[in-house]
């Protein structure tokens, strides 16, 4: 389980065939063999060490649904080590099972933040709700505004310096998870009107 807080920025080494290094020294310190790690807000396992780094191996599936599939070389990706059950739940209840990608469609200044306007597939809507929670790239971040197919968040300065959001271009993928309680809920009504209906 992870919060939507990123802990480090790394730096993409390599990717081929499934086999991705990164660097990021700060985290590697933490991390063991076999640990979780959000890379982007997708949940994978680590598979080796090194100096300053580490490796992943993304299967088919997570190339599918996220946009690590357009991971190259030299590019920025935000990290986020698995939640310690000592831990502070600084940003809400996020899993590292992205839902699917959004496309950033405008931004806008509004003071010192950014409203950051996502497309997002029409399928997720109904878990997206004003005020709610959102992750974005793994960020844990608020929805300012619900439309029929988008939504907006409000981007901090402090986010925008510390994540891969603030090289967030109009057109660029990014991965969204929404609020997993939403969906919990909607299974246990549909479940609910189900046994009522037999």
Known sequence: ???????????????????LRIRAPLVTNDLVLGDSIAINGACLTTVSLHNNGFETKVVPETLRRTNLRNLKNG??????????????????IVQGHVDDTGKVIS???????????????????????????????GISLTVVDRFSSSFTTSV?????????LGSQKIGDLVNIEVDILSKYVESLLTNRFLTAGT
């Open 75 to 92: 590019m920025l990706v935000n990290l986020e080590l698995a939640l310690r059950s000592n831990g502070r739940l600084g940003g809400h």
């Open 107 to 137: 931004n806008h200044v509004d003071g010192d933040a950014v409203i950051v306007k996502v497309q997002s597939p029409k399928r997720l809507m109904r878990y997206i709700v004003e005020k709610g929670f959102i992750a974005i790239n």
């Open 156 to 164: 901090i300065p402090y986010t925008r310096n510390n994540t891969n």
């Open 1 to 19: 389980m992870f919060t939507g807080i990123i802990e480090e920025v790394g730096i993409v080494e390599s990717i081929d065939n499934g086999n």
